[in-house]
């Protein structure tokens, strides 16, 4: 039985690729920064209890994701695919209104964190002999710039450079590096936006109602490409080029609408 690693799983889009992974028989270590998040994913995911592990840590400490991956290797007996999920969101601030502090930790968990779990999988993954990694996109992965969002935009636009890079450096061809798209997805990493001023908040319901999606909708699509998926550097992207110019075309006509007055 093949098993799945996510970090930054107990809640959100990583929860939501638990649960997929979970109903397609595979086994999953779930992982979160504290014990009662983890304990609460794993409530919700009672139902999957043979195939399920938690796991607390941190992805900025590396010694955390050596534990992580060296637990679910023990349970399961391989690690076929890990995720690196985890991340966190920046408050909406111009850049030059952010503390220090609130910079070094996206920096901490969305850049160091990725590159803490890519290494520690691919390292283990050499000695396993195999091994899907994917590292999960997010505004600013292509360049695009959004105001208030100028650190975390950084921070994805880092992964993906880094991915990239990676992935070219990967010689062995039975490890392949990767890159998860998502798109714009329904979570309470993404509303965090409507606690802005009313003009930002009306904007990007206008926005969200046109591109965005539900988890379900998004983790099932995300899930079966990593399962299918065969070659290095594959890019797993929900919402593509074509599917975001098919949706502005018909938003004069459609009735989506994810938020409620």
């Known amino acids: 039985m093949k098993s799945v690693v996510i970090t930054g799983s107990t809640r959100g ?30 409530e919700k ?15 900025d400490d590396r010694a955390s994701m050596e534990r ?36 070094g930790r996206i920096i901490d968990v969305n850049i160091m964190g990725m590159i803490n779990g890519t290494s520690v999988a691919y390292n283990k993954m050499l000695h396993q002999g195999h091994g899907k990694i994917f590292n999960m ?5 292509d360049g695009r710039i959004e105001k208030k969002m100028a650190v975390y935009g950084t921070s994805k636009c ?30 309470d990493f993404m509303t965090n936006a409507l606690n802005g ?6 904007r990007f319901k206008k926005i969200f109602n046109i591109l965005g999606d539900d988890v379900d909708t998004v983790t099932t699509y995300l899930a ?3 399962l299918k998926s065969k070659k290095n550097y ?21 009735k989506r609408n994810f938020f409620t007055e």
């Open 13 to 42: 889009i990583g929860f939501g690729l638990a649960a997929k992974f979970l109903e397609r028989g595979l086994n999953v270590a779930v992982n979160g920064t504290s014990e009662e998040s983890v304990h609460s994913a794993l």
């Open 45 to 59: 995911l009672s139902a999957f209890k043979e195939q399920i592990l938690g796991v607390q840590g941190k992805t």
């Open 68 to 103: 992580l991956f060296d637990k679910a290797l023990e349970q399961f007996g391989n690690v076929d695919i890990w995720i690196n999920n985890a991340g966190i969101n920046q408050p909406r601030k111009m850049a030059w209104e952010l503390e220090a502090m609130e910079v």
């Open 137 to 141: 996109e997010g505004l600013g992965s």
């Open 158 to 187: 880092a992964l993906s450079y880094y991915t990239k890079a990676f992935a070219k450096e990967n010689s062995y061809k039975d490890i392949q590096v990767g890159l998860l798209s998502p798109g714009m997805v329904l979570t």
């Open 197 to 202: 001023p009313p003009e930002d908040v009306a």
């Open 224 to 226: 079966d490409g990593i």
């Open 234 to 254: 594959d890019h797993i992207r929900w919402l593509s080029p074509g599917k975001v110019m098919m949706r502005f075309m018909s938003a004069p006509f459609s």
